[in-house]
């Protein structure tokens, strides 16, 4: 199992939702962004699950980078979700999938469960191979669990940045640190349908009983 070697940050990314606007702050046109697109949950009378993807958005084609290694660690402040996991990128091709030329499917790779689960840290490294950081190349798939009751809302993710014990990093191909501005994701724990059906029928009682009353 690879697992990652930390180091301090330098360089140009970018963490960010898919959904937001993105705003060109890094001159060196990589984005590494969160594609919270599954991070929805219905409201949970029991406990539900989730999950999310961070990768790498680039224009620096033919010219981007190589990744040796990375670890990214986040944080979630809303007592009823906690991380449960980490994995490789599904959805997003796995940017460090093969070592020495040799298909590595589960690759990775090494993650912790941080306070009880409100943070949660994992990353890979390729240690002497390298892999192209190329646009939509994967790099975490992780997973959560919202407890029974949470109320519906969008709750944040960030990246924890400031936190010398569990370091938060990327590495280019010739050790080089690479600097990035966090920009965190959301969790949405999504009403019961049965929600909106009581509040349309609540206005709807609303508006015939304001009628009436004008009639009279």
Not at 87 to 112: C, I, K, N, R, W
Request: negative net charge; proline residues 7%.
């Amino acid at each position: 199992m690879r697992t990652a070697i930390p180091r301090t940050l330098s360089g140009c990314f970018v963490l960010t939702t898919l959904i937001a606007l993105i705003p060109d702050i890094c001159s060196a046109g990589l984005i590494v962004a969160i594609d919270d697109t599954n991070a929805s949950v219905p409201f949970p009378v029991t406990a539900q699950t989730g999950s999310f993807e961070v990768y790498v958005q680039s224009n620096l084609a033919p010219n981007n980078p190589e990744l040796l290694e990375f670890q990214v660690v986040m944080e979630v402040s809303e007592p009823g979700i906690t991380f449960t996991g980490a994995a490789v990128t599904t959805d997003h091709h796995y940017v460090l999938s093969t070592y020495g030329g040799v298909p590595v499917p589960d690759g990775l790779f090494g993650f912790e469960i941080l306070d009880s689960g409100a943070r949660i840290k994992g990353g890979d490294s390729g240690f002497f191979q390298s892999e192209p950081l190329v646009d939509g190349s994967g790099l975490l798939k992780i997973t959560f669990e919202v407890a029974g009751g949470t109320q519906p809302g969008e709750y944040p993710v960030t990246f924890v940045m400031a936190d010398p014990t569990h370091e938060m990093f990327l590495t280019d191909a010739g050790w080089n640190d690479l600097t990035f501005a966090p920009m965190g994701g959301m969790i949405t724990v999504v009403p019961e349908p049965s929600t909106f059906v009581l509040a349309a029928l609540g206005l709807l009682g609303l508006g015939l009983y304001a009628g009436r009353r004008r009639r009279v």
